[in-house]
DNA sequence: AAGTTAATGTTATACAATTACAATGCGCCG
DNA sequence: CGGCGCATTGTAATTGTATAACATTAACTT
């Protein structure tokens, strides 16, 4: 039934998922002694104003329309310091960057991404992560990180044909 | 025991690595009506020189240096052609290609990378792909294509420390 | 207040990928 | 053979993604 399926699901309550999250990100942060200066939380605003992985240059630009003029670099290191934190989550197929849905949880995340609307889901299957663990150890190999991206239709955009 | 593990064995005979790696792109061309054209070919053989992923504008360099002197649109086709039948994986996590040691076998690829060496290997867990299907199929998901990567340290390099 | 570190600003550049259009090669039909 | 159609390659320009290197500012520490 996978009740929760933000995303994917047909339309939700987007603006408890911004609050969910920018209030987990400020919990993170104090607790941990992290600082969510001006740049990283506007960043991190930006970010989830949609399920849709954002690009760096996308929030460039949106940044800039707001006044702030950032340069690149800005950009990325505010982005390096979410995804460093769990906060972000990088969609490296698509240079692409989206908000983590169990920020502070300690998950490793798999994330579906629809070539039809952009849409980008994350779940987190413990024991697809532990097969891989599972097959690194077989190879004497250390994880440091793990980078599962399925793309394809999602249900709405496969019922309607869409596929780009 | 993981036998077959030419990549993070200490040392292997790569020339066989690279005849089976071209005579299987040949057959499989053969087969399939393809043309392993002379840039493609090349190409191949350049990602082939070794088990380092490699990117679009080092196989450039490369093919610049033996005076053919292309440019990027030429390499991208030849990257685009080899990787559409299965000869070259794409990295995404490295924007990078790597050959691929199952050409025209019809599986689906988790590849681990190394931080310290740069090595990459490539793994065919059928069930970690059923995994994924399953969970796609879950949410209803039709899957287009996966990438699984992932990165850490690879036997040698996490015994001797080296971490980049 | 002075020293130290983290964060941001600035400029320039490196690296990755695509667009658009021209030229060439090659198989096929008449 | 000559002309057509299609795949491949060439070329020029541009766009997109990411980092290097160094200067400046802000925030915490003593
Ligand atoms: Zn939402
Ligand atoms: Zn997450
Ligand atoms: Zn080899
Ligand atoms: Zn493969």
Redesign the pocket.
Known sequence: MNAVNPAFAGSHDHRSCISHALGAAERLCASQG??L????RRVLELIWRSHRPS????LLGQLSAEGH??????V???LD?LVAHGLVHKVSSR??YVGCMHAGQDHVAQIFICDGCSLAFEQADGALDRRIRRNARDLHFHIREQTVEIAGLCPDCAETGRDD
């Open positions: 992290l600082r200066t001006a740049i990283r690009g760096a240059y996308e003029k950032p340069s690149p670099p800005t990325y290191r505010a310091f240079n692409a």
